[in-house]
């Protein structure tokens, strides 16, 4: 079954700082990969998604992930965070059948 | 032990059935919510509940009605099932003023 891990679990960085979180997928055919970002007291919402072509993918915000097929990766990054980023972010696999999550990263941004 | 879990993973229904969806978590959380993989893979939410009241409530169909009988629970029904409510539907919880969600492992619903 397809998985997706997510290494760091808790982030803290100051504003201004780039950031670059860590997703790693296992193989299993057809790759779809997602980032959610939750904020606090909010639901989950789309970040970005690839399922192919350009594997440098841009989302909202500022935000953008690439795949690396040679990895099994699909980090996410931002070159400059701000305050408003603090957020849980989740990476996500899965086919129309079913989506499997990471276990997320909480991102703390300080000023 | 499971932290959210959904009842039944998977659901196969005629069209016109009502059904529902069960959702517990032993977390004890403030918030759960209820979200649609529709069939491009986005995941939407449609309800959210903070201490049993109703605070989301996305554009969905009337059909589709959340109840909650305590913190823990968090249950879909679903009346006069259309096709195009086959997806699969995640449930999931977090702390009131919390960011990390805990997410059920999905029911994967059917109607033929």
């Known amino acids: 079954a397809q998985s997706v891990s997510q290494h760091n679990h808790h982030v803290i960085l100051s504003e201004a700082a780039s950031l670059e979180l860590g997703c790693n997928y296992s193989?299993?055919?057809?790759?779809?990969l997602f980032w959610y970002v939750q904020y606090p007291g909010q639901h989950l919402q789309l970040l970005l998604k690839?399922?192919?072509?350009?594997?440098l993918v841009k989302g909202i915000k500022g935000f953008e992930a690439e795949f690396i097929k040679s990895k099994f990766s699909f980090n996410l990054r931002k070159p400059s965070v701000q305050w408003s980023d603090t957020a849980e972010y989740f990476c996500?696999?899965?086919?129309?059948?079913?989506?499997?999550f990471g276990t997320g990263t909480r991102l703390q941004v300080t000023l | 032990d499971t932290a959210v879990s959904q009842t039944p993973k998977y659901l196969v229904t005629q069209m016109g059935n009502d059904k529902s969806i069960k959702c517990e978590q032993n977390?004890?959380?403030?918030?759960m919510y209820w979200y649609k993989q529709d069939s491009k893979k986005f995941l939407k939410i449609m309800f959210s509940?903070?201490?049993?009241?109703?605070?989301i409530n996305e554009t969905v169909p009337n059909r589709f009605s959340p109840k909650s009988p305590d913190k823990a629970h968090l249950n879909l029904h679903i009346n006069s099932l259309e096709l195009g409510d086959s997806a699969v539907y995640f449930c999931?919880?977090?702390?009131?003023?919390?960011?990390?969600?805990?997410f059920g492992q999905g029911t994967r619903l059917t109607v033929v």
């Open positions: 996500a696999t899965g086919t129309a059948s079913k989506l499997t």
């Open positions: 193989y299993g055919g057809t790759v779809n």
């Open positions: 977390l004890g959380h403030d918030t």
């Open positions: 509940y903070n201490n049993k009241e109703l605070i």
């Open positions: 999931a919880s977090s702390q009131d003023r919390g960011t990390r969600a805990f």
């Open positions: 690839y399922f192919s072509g350009d594997p």
